[in-house]
Protein backbone atom coordinates (compact mmCIF):
# COMPACT_ATOMS: atom_id res chain seq x y z
CA UNK A 1 0.00 0.00 0.00
CA UNK A 2 1.30 3.59 -1.32
CA UNK A 3 0.99 6.22 1.36
CA UNK A 4 2.50 10.04 1.44
CA UNK A 5 2.05 12.67 3.29
CA UNK A 6 -0.27 15.39 2.53
CA UNK A 7 1.14 19.50 3.27
CA UNK A 8 -0.52 22.82 3.17
CA UNK A 9 1.24 25.91 1.43
CA UNK A 10 2.79 26.75 4.81
CA UNK A 11 5.10 23.06 4.87
CA UNK A 12 2.96 22.06 7.25
CA UNK A 13 1.90 18.00 7.07
CA UNK A 14 -2.09 18.27 7.31
CA UNK A 15 -3.16 14.43 6.80
CA UNK A 16 -2.32 11.29 4.71
CA UNK A 17 -3.57 10.08 1.40
CA UNK A 18 -2.62 6.47 -0.18
CA UNK A 19 -1.66 6.41 -3.80
CA UNK A 20 -3.36 4.23 -6.37
CA UNK A 21 -0.88 1.03 -6.90
CA UNK A 22 -1.98 1.31 -10.31
CA UNK A 23 -0.50 4.48 -11.68
CA UNK A 24 1.89 4.91 -8.76
CA UNK A 25 3.26 1.36 -7.94
CA UNK A 26 4.13 -0.33 -11.41
CA UNK A 27 7.54 -1.58 -12.70
CA UNK A 28 8.31 1.14 -15.09
CA UNK A 29 9.21 0.34 -18.32
CA UNK A 30 12.34 2.06 -19.38
CA UNK A 31 11.84 0.97 -22.81
CA UNK A 32 8.48 2.20 -23.71
CA UNK A 33 9.62 5.14 -21.74
CA UNK A 34 11.94 6.31 -24.44
CA UNK A 35 10.27 5.64 -27.15
CA UNK A 36 7.64 8.16 -25.75
CA UNK A 37 9.82 10.87 -24.87
CA UNK A 38 11.92 10.25 -28.55
CA UNK A 39 8.17 10.76 -29.86
CA UNK A 40 7.27 14.00 -27.89
CA UNK A 41 10.89 15.56 -29.09
CA UNK A 42 10.20 14.67 -33.13
CA UNK A 43 6.49 15.98 -32.21
CA UNK A 44 8.01 19.24 -30.90
CA UNK A 45 10.01 20.11 -34.09
CA UNK A 46 9.64 22.58 -35.90
CA UNK A 47 11.18 21.01 -39.31
CA UNK A 48 11.56 24.42 -41.14
CA UNK A 49 15.08 24.38 -41.73
CA UNK A 50 15.56 24.88 -45.91
CA UNK A 51 18.74 25.11 -47.92
CA UNK A 52 19.08 26.05 -51.97
CA UNK A 53 19.42 23.08 -54.20
CA UNK A 54 21.35 23.93 -57.92
CA UNK A 55 17.90 24.24 -59.42
CA UNK A 56 17.38 26.89 -57.25
CA UNK A 57 20.36 28.64 -56.77
CA UNK A 58 20.04 31.92 -59.77
CA UNK A 59 23.11 32.06 -61.93
CA UNK A 60 24.99 29.04 -63.57
CA UNK A 61 22.68 29.05 -66.54
CA UNK A 62 25.82 29.29 -69.00
CA UNK A 63 29.06 26.71 -69.48
CA UNK A 64 32.18 28.40 -67.76
CA UNK A 65 34.58 27.00 -70.46
CA UNK A 66 34.36 24.77 -73.53
CA UNK A 67 34.27 20.68 -72.62
CA UNK A 68 38.29 20.27 -73.89
CA UNK A 69 41.32 21.55 -74.52
CA UNK A 70 41.64 23.94 -71.69
CA UNK A 71 43.79 21.59 -69.09
CA UNK A 72 40.75 21.81 -66.27
CA UNK A 73 38.17 19.41 -65.70
CA UNK A 74 35.30 19.92 -67.48
CA UNK A 75 32.37 22.02 -65.32
CA UNK A 76 28.68 22.17 -66.95
CA UNK A 77 27.50 24.65 -64.58
CA UNK A 78 28.93 27.46 -61.84
CA UNK A 79 26.38 26.65 -59.30
CA UNK A 80 27.08 22.68 -59.06
CA UNK A 81 27.47 22.21 -54.97
CA UNK A 82 31.59 21.68 -55.64
CA UNK A 83 31.51 25.84 -56.56
CA UNK A 84 31.55 28.50 -54.20
CA UNK A 85 27.94 30.07 -53.83
CA UNK A 86 26.98 26.52 -55.83
CA UNK A 87 23.48 24.52 -54.63
CA UNK A 88 23.58 22.20 -51.84
CA UNK A 89 23.61 18.66 -52.00
CA UNK A 90 20.36 17.20 -51.16
CA UNK A 91 19.44 20.26 -49.52
CA UNK A 92 17.10 20.10 -46.36
CA UNK A 93 13.04 21.08 -47.03
CA UNK A 94 10.51 21.84 -44.53
CA UNK A 95 9.05 18.49 -43.37
CA UNK A 96 7.01 17.35 -40.52
CA UNK A 97 8.93 14.95 -38.12
CA UNK A 98 6.15 14.39 -36.15
CA UNK A 99 4.61 10.97 -36.10
CA UNK A 100 1.90 8.92 -33.33
CA UNK A 101 2.20 6.47 -30.76
CA UNK A 102 -0.58 4.31 -29.73
CA UNK A 103 -2.74 5.20 -26.47
CA UNK A 104 -1.25 2.33 -24.85
CA UNK A 105 2.56 3.13 -25.01
CA UNK A 106 1.33 6.56 -24.19
CA UNK A 107 -0.62 5.88 -20.75
CA UNK A 108 2.41 2.96 -19.72
CA UNK A 109 4.77 5.61 -19.83
CA UNK A 110 3.01 8.24 -17.81
CA UNK A 111 2.88 5.67 -15.33
CA UNK A 112 5.65 4.52 -15.11
CA UNK A 113 7.18 7.32 -15.08
CA UNK A 114 5.26 8.66 -12.06
CA UNK A 115 5.90 5.23 -10.71
CA UNK A 116 9.79 6.15 -10.64
CA UNK A 117 8.90 9.19 -9.09
CA UNK A 118 6.61 7.45 -6.07
CA UNK A 119 9.02 5.34 -5.59
CA UNK A 120 12.02 7.92 -5.12
CA UNK A 121 9.87 9.68 -2.93
CA UNK A 122 9.80 12.90 -5.15
CA UNK A 123 6.51 13.38 -4.92
CA UNK A 124 5.25 16.17 -2.74
CA UNK A 125 1.59 16.28 -2.59
CA UNK A 126 -0.20 19.74 -1.19
CA UNK A 127 -3.91 20.08 -0.06
CA UNK A 128 -4.86 22.70 -2.33
CA UNK A 129 -2.13 25.20 -4.65
CA UNK A 130 -3.64 28.54 -4.43
CA UNK A 131 -1.99 32.03 -5.29
CA UNK A 132 -4.37 35.18 -4.21
CA UNK A 133 -2.55 37.43 -6.59
CA UNK A 134 0.41 36.65 -8.61
CA UNK A 135 3.33 36.88 -6.34
CA UNK A 136 6.82 35.27 -7.59
CA UNK A 137 8.77 35.70 -4.22
CA UNK A 138 5.58 34.10 -1.99
CA UNK A 139 5.47 31.50 -4.24
CA UNK A 140 9.48 30.35 -4.66
CA UNK A 141 8.90 30.28 -0.52
CA UNK A 142 6.09 28.16 -1.04
CA UNK A 143 8.46 25.80 -3.27
CA UNK A 144 11.46 25.99 -1.01
CA UNK A 145 9.08 25.13 2.69
CA UNK A 146 8.27 21.88 0.54
CA UNK A 147 11.49 21.12 -0.11
CA UNK A 148 10.93 21.63 -4.37
CA UNK A 149 13.64 24.62 -4.82
CA UNK A 150 15.67 22.37 -7.89
CA UNK A 151 13.80 21.55 -10.92
CA UNK A 152 9.82 21.20 -10.34
CA UNK A 153 7.16 20.58 -12.06
CA UNK A 154 3.83 22.32 -10.72
CA UNK A 155 0.61 20.56 -11.51
CA UNK A 156 -2.78 22.41 -10.51
CA UNK A 157 -6.46 20.91 -11.02
CA UNK A 158 -7.76 23.65 -13.08
CA UNK A 159 -6.05 26.48 -14.94
CA UNK A 160 -4.99 29.04 -12.38
CA UNK A 161 -3.70 32.58 -13.69
CA UNK A 162 -1.82 33.21 -10.15
CA UNK A 163 -0.17 30.30 -9.62
CA UNK A 164 0.86 30.43 -13.89
CA UNK A 165 1.92 33.91 -13.70
CA UNK A 166 3.26 33.17 -9.87
CA UNK A 167 5.84 30.29 -10.90
CA UNK A 168 7.18 31.12 -14.39
CA UNK A 169 9.56 33.58 -13.23
CA UNK A 170 11.17 31.01 -11.34
CA UNK A 171 13.97 29.26 -12.69
CA UNK A 172 13.51 25.47 -13.34
CA UNK A 173 9.63 25.76 -11.97
CA UNK A 174 7.08 24.75 -14.48
CA UNK A 175 3.04 24.85 -13.52
CA UNK A 176 1.15 22.61 -15.82
CA UNK A 177 -2.30 21.42 -15.24
CA UNK A 178 -3.70 17.44 -14.61
CA UNK A 179 -5.15 17.10 -18.20
CA UNK A 180 -1.41 18.39 -19.66
CA UNK A 181 0.88 16.64 -18.35
CA UNK A 182 3.33 14.76 -20.16
CA UNK A 183 6.23 12.10 -19.81
CA UNK A 184 8.78 14.35 -20.77
CA UNK A 185 7.98 16.90 -18.28
CA UNK A 186 7.93 14.55 -15.36
CA UNK A 187 11.15 13.26 -16.64
CA UNK A 188 12.52 16.55 -16.55
CA UNK A 189 11.94 17.50 -13.21
CA UNK A 190 13.59 17.00 -9.98
CA UNK A 191 10.10 17.33 -7.60
CA UNK A 192 6.59 17.00 -8.80
CA UNK A 193 4.60 19.30 -6.98
CA UNK A 194 1.16 17.94 -6.90
CA UNK A 195 -2.39 19.64 -5.62
CA UNK A 196 -4.34 16.81 -4.05
CA UNK A 197 -7.68 17.85 -6.23
CA UNK A 198 -5.20 17.35 -9.83
CA UNK A 199 -3.81 13.77 -7.75
CA UNK A 200 -7.26 12.42 -7.73
CA UNK A 201 -8.03 13.87 -12.18
CA UNK A 202 -4.60 11.66 -12.73
CA UNK A 203 -5.57 8.66 -10.71
CA UNK A 204 -9.40 8.38 -12.21
CA UNK A 205 -7.93 8.73 -16.16
CA UNK A 206 -5.38 6.46 -15.83
CA UNK A 207 -6.16 4.06 -12.69
Not at 128 to 142: N, Q, S, Y
Request: proline share 4%.
Amino acid sequence: MLKTNVYDMSGKQVGEIELSEAVFGIAPNESVVHDVVKNHLANCRQGTQSALTRAEVSGGGRKPWRQKGTGRARQGSTRAPQWTHGGVVFAPKPRSYSYVLNKKMRRLALKSVLSAKASEQNIVVINEIKMDAPKTGDFAKFLNTVGANCKTLVVTAEPNQNVVLSGRNIPGCQVTFANLINVYDIINATKLVVDQAALAKIEEVFA
